[in-house]
């Protein structure tokens, strides 16, 4: 299962902004979707995460961070209000399920930049 993901980019503290990545291959069901991210010399971490009716935000990004997803595309979106500079990271999209053997997937997106200028 491969991951596409799009958006990040530059923006001013207090801006906005959508990241959104997309999956391919021979999935059968997804069971989480999530959005990480990573700064340099440090851990990546969970940003938000979606899974059944269930959404997960870090308390850093609660009520500014949305998740969401759109099923039938198998695409996640995290949108991304009133930022600020800690928030800038390469932002990393993660899904997980079962392909069509039933197997356990996990795949990760390419990383997608996201830096806050003050």
């Known amino acids: 299962v491969q991951l596409q993901a799009s958006g990040g980019g530059l923006v001013q503290a207090g801006g906005s902004l959508g990241l959104s990545c997309r999956a391919s291959?021979?999935?059968?069901?997804?069971?989480?979707m999530a959005w990480y991210r990573q700064t340099p010399g440090k851990e990546r971490e969970v940003v938000a995460a979606?899974?059944?009716?269930?959404?997960h935000y870090d308390d850093s990004v609660r009520g500014r961070f949305t998740i969401s997803r759109a099923s039938a595309s198998n695409t996640v979106y995290l949108q991304m209000n009133d930022l600020r500079p800690e928030d800038s990271a390469v932002y990393y999209c993660?899904?997980?399920?079962?392909?069509?053997?039933?197997?356990?997937?996990?795949?990760w997106g390419q990383g997608t930049l996201v830096t806050v200028s003050s």
């Open positions: 993660s899904v997980e399920g079962f392909d069509y053997e039933q197997d356990i997937f996990a795949s």
């Open positions: 979606i899974a059944g009716d269930s959404t």
């Open positions: 291959g021979p999935i059968y069901k997804i069971t989480r």
